[in-house]
């Protein structure tokens, strides 16, 4: 595999900029170097022979951080699979583009990303910002997990408006040095938005009032990278599940981190030493999974959007969308508009029932596969409260609106008339076929 890359990451023809979806077939890939493969093959080694000692040196200080990287695309050479091999290469460059982004850092899976970037900015005695609701695994990594290491949170609920944010983060500020604001938005599994400028706007009175700019990250899983870029809209790092959409077969997992070269080198170097890079073979399989990544999305977000539709309009019971398109409040829709280019296929719905009925529901239903993840090429259904979401204290699940009458829907490439069909017979399975929506 070459070790200079800039004769492999052609993004233009003659004056004309090449569009991500093009570049997901070739960009990080020369053949030549491959015997002409058309695809790359995977890079079954645990090892790289250096072309001379001298050169062994070089890589090693670079990439140990003892020598500073002399381009964007100077990773210090192949050493050794625990710190980069060229499968996972071609991924990180391509998730890169997708994100728009200066890099990437990709990982075994999705915590394992979140996890890398917290460790690598926060230390004992500092504070975290975060809106609620989280996914229940990072917000169990930051509620009790760090927590143990010193360091302490502030969630905020209403990320639509910056007063909520600024007010946590100066809270945060009376409690420790705060590095570090993470969100996730839209939010698993409500769908609530964070509004990436009003951040920024409370971020740079935080850094006025301080001297200070605490790192901004975005778990940009939901809609990313397709319908949402969070970098090029002013957020430093964006986390992502690599096993959700951007692999999208339920077949692997991984995770990524994408900003600039700057604000991941020190997620980049504790990944090596940690040991939580990605393998060859999952890395393949990611970089075929790109090629495809908003075709499928494209087609989950439409089904979606119809799926929604007979939700809102079913005729047996009456259900609270949590679905980008049908909520109604001004302020939602006008950041929705402006930082998002879809709705995605990932959404829930909230009936006024007990988790007996839900349970009943989920139970009925033959096409939708009762399961947890999402961004799948099948669709599943999972109950958040029972199962994702379950680490979560009850308190803050009541906050964040997730009641044992939420169920989530990930919405695959089924045919949605189809899908439309199991929710019609599992609705009149567990409620009846009532000729009129009740409360």
């Known amino acids: 595999m070459q070790k200079k890359k800039s004769s492999y990451k052609k993004t233009t023809i003659g004056e004309h900029d090449l569009k991500p979806e093009s570049l997901m077939m070739s960009y990080g890939y020369n053949p030549k170097f ?33 020598k500073p990287r002399t381009s964007n695309d100077d990773l210090g050479g192949l050493i050794y699979s625990r710190f980069n091999h060229p499968n996972v290469e071609i991924v990180e460059d391509r998730i890169a583009v997708l994100e728009g982004s200066e890099g990437c850092v990709a990982f075994a899976s999705g915590m394992g990303a979140i996890s890398t970037t917290l460790l690598s900015y926060l230390r004992p005695g500092d504070t975290i910002v975060h809106s609620s609701p989280l996914y229940g695994g990072t917000e169990t990594l930051i509620g009790k997990v760090m927590t143990e290491f010193g360091v302490k949170s502030h969630a905020f609920t209403d990320g639509l408006d910056k007063d909520s944010m600024l007010a946590a983060m100066r809270k945060a500020i009376k409690d420790g040095n705060l590095k570090m604001v993470f969100i996730e938005t839209p939010a698993n599994p409500t769908n609530a938005l964070v509004d990436f400028q009003a951040l920024n706007e409370a971020l740079d009175i935080i850094e006025s009032e301080t001297g200070h700019r605490p790192v901004s990250v975005c778990d940009n899983t939901l809609m990313g990278p397709i319908f949402q870029q969070a970098v090029p809209q002013g957020i430093d790092l964006a ?62 977000n439409d089904s ?111 045919h949605p008339d189809d899908l439309i069909a199991d929710l019609d017979q599992a609705f009149k399975a567990a409620f009846g076929n009532k000729a009129d929506k009740v409360a």
């Open 239 to 300: 986390v992502y599940s690599v096993t959700k959409y951007l692999g999208g077969h339920s077949d692997l997992v991984a995770g990524a981190v994408c900003g600039s070269k700057e604000k991941l080198a020190p997620i980049w170097g504790l990944r090596g030493a940690m040991g939580f890079n990605l393998d060859p073979h999952t890395s393949w399989m990611i970089s075929r999974s790109l090629e495809t990544v908003a075709i499928r999305m494209d087609r989950a």
């Open 34 to 66: 491959s015997e002409n493969a058309v695809k790359p093959p995977v890079f079954l080694t645990s090892t790289f022979v250096f072309d001379s000692a001298e050169e062994g040196e070089e890589f090693f200080h670079v990439t140990s951080g003892r």
């Open 304 to 414: 979606a959007k119809k799926v929604a539709q007979w939700i809102h309009d079913n005729p047996y019971i009456q259900a609270e969308l949590h679905h980008a398109d049908f909520k109604t409040d001004p302020k939602y829709q006008a950041v929705f508009k402006r930082q998002c280019k879809g709705a995605g296929s990932t959404f829930a719905f909230t009936v006024d029932a007990p988790k007996a009925t839900m349970f009943k529901f989920i139970n009925a239903l033959q096409l939708f596969k009762s399961a947890v993840s999402l961004g799948g090429s099948e669709s599943l259904i999972c109950h958040p409260a029972s199962t994702t979401h379950s680490g979560v204290p009850a308190e803050a699940r009541a906050k964040a609106k997730v009641t044992d009458g939420l169920v989530r829907l990930s919405i695959g490439l089924e």
